[in-house]
């Protein structure tokens, strides 16, 4: 289910994501690592919240 999910937008937007993948690559390492904390963060709260609140 995760590969479909991941495979939308190569499928969908092919220009946008190699634009996306250049622009990456300008952004500092500093910030790619926040946010990339930020977002595991979210994914873990996501988590949670599905297991405590969904009734598992």
Same mark, same amino acid.
């Given at each position: 289910? /995760? @590969?479909i999910v991941e495979a939308v937008p190569y499928i969908l @937007?092919?220009?946008k994501l190699k634009e996306y993948a250049q @622009? /990456?690559?300008t952004v500092p390492d500093g910030t790619l690592q926040v946010v990339g904390i930020f977002a595991a963060c979210a *994914? &873990? /709260?996501v988590v949670y919240l599905g297991r405590h &609140? *969904? *009734?598992m």
């Open positions: 289910m /995760v @590969f @937007f092919p220009r @622009f /990456v690559n *994914g &873990l /709260v &609140l *969904g *009734g």
